[in-house]
Nanobody, 126 residues
Framework: QLQLVESGGGLVQPGGSLRLSCAASGFTLHDFIIGWFRQAPGKGREGVSCIMVSEGSTYYADSMKGRFTISRDNAKNTVYLQIHSLKPEDTAVYYC???????????????????WGQGTQVTVSS
């Protein structure tokens, strides 16, 4: 029943923007933390950002600060990742993940998350 579905990826030119969505079903995001991760071709999975849905507290990997914004819409049971000024090196499959929020902060370690979406492809190319 627990399901996460990413959407919003696609082919964009360098300098463009995308808003990725992570829609949850089978559970209410309010009690969860949501993380965004990405995996570039031939590379390992990289943490991007996370949010405590109930509080709205966020965390960003140092390399992601500035161009990435995570947010949530509780009414839609959805978490978003807004990406600006896209670069070719942003090309990756982007995943969202969820788990119960047990503290007052979230992290971007994969071990913190049990539930994962299928990923959405972001390709930045001219």
């Amino acid at each position: 029943q627990l399901q996460l579905v990413e959407s919003g990826g696609g082919l964009v030119q360098p300098g463009g923007s995308l808003r990725l969505s992570c829609a949850a079903s089978g559970f209410t995001l309010h009690d969860f933390i949501i993380g965004w991760f990405r995996q570039a071709p031939g590379k390992g999975r990289e943490g991007v950002s996370c949010i405590m849905v109930s509080e709205g507290s966020t965390y960003y990997a140092d390399s992601m600060k500035g161009r990435f914004t995570i947010s949530r819409d509780n009414a839609k049971n959805t978490v978003y990742l807004q990406i600006h000024s896209l670069k070719p090196e942003d090309t990756a499959v982007y995943y969202c993940a969820a788990d119960y929020g047990l503290g007052n902060s979230c992290g971007i370690r994969t071990s913190e998350y049990r539930y994962w979406g299928q990923g959405t492809q972001v390709t930045v190319s001219s």
